[in-house]
């Protein structure tokens, strides 16, 4: 008598073995989630800084992080500078916040009502008062970061140095991640803040951010104009012009008063807080309409 037997496909075995079928980790980019941090830095601190620049919207753009060691990194930013050596919590990095002397006595004057004109006689040591006024930057950009690495509610210490090596924040041969962020202003000189930190304790922030490995990458990469995404309406501002008034000129003004406006050559356009592109006003169909010339 020959025994039975159910037939089952031996394949069926191994569509629920996950074991078998997981999908293999990726590596860790740590040049794809620098950058991911130093833009997301560059999205949150014009809402931080503000509130300190008194005027027109903050923009704030990131450049692409450098990796040197830390003697090679002292010798770039040779030019009079005051550093800041900031202390986030017993798990976060230290970090140094530098800015050049004409940037912190600029900012120092606007931050007590005045233009922020730039000196053509910089000294190599800022007073006090520019110290402790650039002080208030640090303190913001201190918070965005302790934000953005899972430190938020730690009081951060902040301590200066005219010299970079004076620090002790990193030692001579150690590799060390640098980035530069421009900040701008309608009517104001763009500035720059230069942002340093150990690159190994930096990759242990940006590994915890990822979850300590990064996702499985997808079987196939959608574009913007693909479903589901191409239907999301995003929110796009042109500013034709912009205006400053005395506050006793604001107060007395009337109905029916005429005010001139000089419309802008280039108009940026932006998504939030970032330029997205750039165009002349014209017209088109008798609507007012911006002919895009360049595209960031």
Same mark, same amino acid.
């Given at each position: 008598?020959?025994a039975? !037997?159910?037939?089952?496909?031996? /394949?069926?075995?191994?569509? !629920?073995c996950?074991?078998?079928?997981?999908?293999?980790?990726?590596?860790?980019d740590?040049?794809?989630?620098?950058?991911?941090?130093?833009?997301?830095?560059?999205?949150?601190l014009?809402?931080?800084l503000q509130?300190?620049?008194?005027?027109?919207?903050?923009?704030?753009?990131?450049?692409?992080?450098? #990796?040197?060691?830390?003697?090679?990194?002292?010798?770039?930013?040779?030019?009079?500078?005051? !550093?800041?050596?900031?202390?986030l919590?017993?798990?976060?990095?230290?970090?140094?916040?530098?800015?050049?002397n004409?940037?912190?006595?600029?900012?120092?004057?606007?931050?007590?009502?005045?233009r /922020?004109?730039?000196?053509?006689?910089?000294?190599?040591?800022?007073?006090?008062?520019?110290?402790?006024?650039?002080?208030?930057?640090?303190?913001?950009?201190?918070?965005?970061?302790?934000?953005?690495? #899972?430190?938020?509610?730690?009081a951060?210490?902040? $301590?200066?140095?005219?010299?970079?090596?004076?620090?002790g924040?990193?030692?001579?041969?150690e590799?060390?991640?640098?980035?530069?962020?421009?900040?701008?202003?309608?009517?104001?000189?763009?500035?720059?803040?230069?942002?340093?930190?150990?690159?190994?304790?930096?990759?242990?922030v940006?590994?915890?951010?990822?979850? /300590?490995?990064?996702?499985?990458?997808?079987?196939?990469?959608?574009?913007?104009?693909a479903?589901?995404? #191409?239907?999301?309406?995003?929110?796009?501002?042109?500013?034709?012009?912009?205006?400053r008034?005395?506050l006793?000129?604001l107060?007395?003004?009337?109905?029916?008063?005429?005010?001139?406006?000089?419309i802008?050559?280039?108009?940026?356009?932006?998504?939030?807080?970032?330029?997205?592109? $750039?165009?002349?006003?014209?017209?088109?169909?008798?609507?007012?309409?911006?002919?895009?010339?360049?595209?960031?």
């Amino acid at each position: 008598m020959k025994a039975q !037997h159910d037939f089952v496909a031996e /394949g069926r075995a191994a569509q !629920h073995c996950a074991e078998l079928l997981g999908r293999a980790q990726a590596p860790f980019d740590m040049a794809a989630a620098s950058a991911e941090f130093a833009a997301e830095l560059a999205l949150s601190l014009p809402e931080r800084l503000q509130a300190l620049l008194a005027g027109p919207r903050v923009m704030v753009s990131d450049w692409p992080a450098e #990796g040197m060691a830390a003697g090679e990194l002292a010798s770039t930013w040779s030019t009079p500078s005051i !550093h800041f050596s900031v202390a986030l919590g017993r798990n976060a990095p230290r970090f140094v916040i530098s800015f050049d002397n004409a940037a912190a006595l600029s900012l120092t004057d606007r931050l007590f009502g005045g233009r /922020g004109g730039r000196q053509d006689d910089v000294p190599r040591a800022l007073p006090n008062s520019a110290v402790l006024s650039v002080e208030r930057l640090v303190c913001a950009v201190a918070e965005t970061l302790a934000r953005l690495c #899972g430190q938020e509610g730690e009081a951060p210490l902040i $301590a200066s140095q005219a010299a970079f090596r004076r620090l002790g924040v990193f030692r001579r041969n150690e590799r060390c991640l640098s980035w530069s962020f421009t900040v701008e202003q309608q009517a104001q000189d763009p500035w720059s803040l230069r942002l340093a930190v150990p690159e190994a304790a930096m990759r242990a922030v940006l590994e915890s951010r990822a979850g /300590g490995s990064a996702a499985p990458a997808p079987a196939t990469m959608r574009g913007p104009d693909a479903e589901p995404f #191409g239907a999301i309406p995003l929110p796009l501002t042109a500013v034709l012009a912009e205006l400053r008034l005395p506050l006793a000129q604001l107060a007395a003004l009337q109905p029916g008063q005429c005010i001139p406006l000089s419309i802008r050559r280039e108009v940026p356009l932006a998504i939030g807080q970032r330029i997205i592109a $750039a165009g002349t006003v014209g017209t088109l169909d008798e609507r007012v309409a911006l002919r895009l010339t360049q595209i960031n």
